[in-house]
């Protein structure tokens, strides 16, 4: 309310890749994620243009090399993430 000009980014969880064999864990998230995005839908369609949505597939890659066991990020897990968050708030803030 004070600052109706700040940016708000969505971003949802982590697609781990051990999630094909847990089920509860991917239902879990899937979940979480799709209300996350049925949330930002609805600030979106009250008229707010500065929220933004980060899809889970971008954010650490598809190859396992981005956690330890599945679940846990590596170094490089969290420097894949970081860059592509990275790279989203600066297409926000400089509206690329």
Same mark, same amino acid.
Not at 28 to 44: A, D, F, M
């Given at each position: 309310?004070? %600052?109706?000009?700040?940016?708000?980014?969505?971003?949802? $969880?982590?697609?781990?890749? /051990?999630?094909?064999?847990?089920?509860?864990? +991917?239902? &879990? #998230?899937?979940?979480? %994620? +799709?209300?996350?995005?049925?949330?930002?839908?609805?600030?979106?369609?009250? !008229?707010?243009?500065? #929220?933004?949505?980060?899809? $889970? @597939? @971008?954010?650490? !890659?598809? =190859?396992?090399? @981005? &956690? #330890? =066991? !599945?679940? /846990?990020?590596?170094?490089? !897990?969290? @420097? +894949?993430?970081? #860059?592509?968050?990275?790279? *989203?708030? &600066?297409?926000?803030?400089?509206? *690329?």
């Amino acid at each position: 309310e004070k %600052n109706p000009q700040t940016p708000i980014l969505f971003v949802e $969880s982590v697609l781990f890749t /051990h999630m094909p064999y847990d089920k509860t864990m +991917r239902e &879990t #998230v899937l979940e979480k %994620n +799709r209300l996350l995005k049925e949330e930002y839908q609805k600030i979106k369609k009250q !008229g707010d243009k500065n #929220v933004y949505y980060l899809e $889970s @597939s @971008s954010l650490i !890659g598809t =190859d396992g090399e @981005s &956690t #330890v =066991d !599945g679940i /846990h990020l590596t170094d490089l !897990g969290f @420097s +894949r993430f970081a #860059v592509v968050l990275e790279d *989203k708030l &600066t297409e926000i803030v400089f509206k *690329k």
